[in-house]
């Protein structure tokens, strides 16, 4: 589902008052590392990982290009299915060139796949599982630049 930068904005901000309230760390993402979920392919053919973020005993945050189409998708996957929890994934421009678009929701695996057409710009991305957060922003500039990812 595409959602309006303002509502994005808010999901962002409530994101980050979690952050605040859990005492956030950063460290640098480390581009198509192991993860303890494994990608589900979800975006389509043609989608490779670039990147990826692990929520802490979750699961992982995807970031995925297609050279084809120029386009980066996003997608939070669980690291085992089960009853339907809270799922956020979402992923926009650095520069706030475009609207930021999310997918939330109770579901059994995953949330999204969230496209954006990014050739050469940085994105900012992440995701949510229940209570437990991490986010990317700047990375993926054209030449996989890590960025920087906050836990929460």
Do not use: Q
Not at 8 to 17: I, N, P, T
Not at 103 to 115: E, F, I, M, N, R
């Amino acid at each position: 589902m595409k959602r309006s930068r303002a509502i994005a904005g808010s999901a962002v901000l409530a994101v980050a008052g979690l952050a605040t309230m859990a005492g956030a760390t950063s460290a640098s993402a480390t581009p198509a590392r192991a993860a303890s979920a494994a990608y589900n392919g979800a975006c389509g053919s043609g989608y490779s990982v670039v990147n990826s973020a692990e929520i802490s005993g979750k699961g992982t945050v995807f970031l995925t290009y297609s050279g084809k189409t120029g386009k980066n998708c996003v997608v939070t996957v669980r690291n085992t299915t089960g009853k339907p929890v809270s799922i956020y994934t979402y992923l926009g421009p650095t520069d706030g060139s475009s609207d930021t678009v999310f997918d939330s929701g109770l579901y059994t695996s995953y949330a999204g796949p969230v496209y954006l057409l990014a050739k050469g710009r940085c994105v900012d991305w992440g995701g949510t599982i229940e209570n437990v957060s991490v986010s990317v922003n700047g990375s993926n500039c054209g030449r996989l630049a890590a960025g920087t990812v906050t836990h929460h």
